[in-house]
């Protein structure tokens, strides 16, 4: 699956399908969130909510695709991400498009 940011591919002609969309809401368990809490103090990267970010995006991307693939997509277009707070600690990630099919 062909997955694009731009919002019409010039030269292609193809109908549009659906709005796909695809989300997950990620948490650390306690103890990770305790030792992020602790770098926050010295500063730096927070590594783990970065590798947890990479796989709410990666598995929110996954049932985007999966959607767009039950509508027998070839590819989707106008692709955003969001995220959002939850609570304290949980961010939900959100992806967005336009699935298409070449004709």
Do not use: H
């Not at 985007?64 to 991400?81: F, K, L, N, P, S």
């Not at 707070?85 to 961010?91: D, K, L, N, V, Y």
């Amino acid at each position: 699956m062909k997955i694009y940011s731009v919002e019409n591919l010039p030269g292609k002609d193809y109908e549009v399908l659906d709005v796909v969309t695809g989300s997950t809401v990620q948490s650390k368990n306690f103890i990770s969130d305790f030792g992020q809490s602790l770098k926050n103090i010295v500063g730096g990267e927070l590594k783990a909510y970065t590798q947890m970010m990479e796989k709410a995006r990666r598995l929110s991307t996954e049932r985007m695709v999966a959607q767009a693939d039950e509508m027998r997509a070839d590819a989707i277009i106008g692709v955003r991400y969001s995220t959002s707070a939850i609570m304290a600690q949980a961010a939900e990630v959100l992806v967005y498009g336009t699935a298409i099919r070449f004709k």
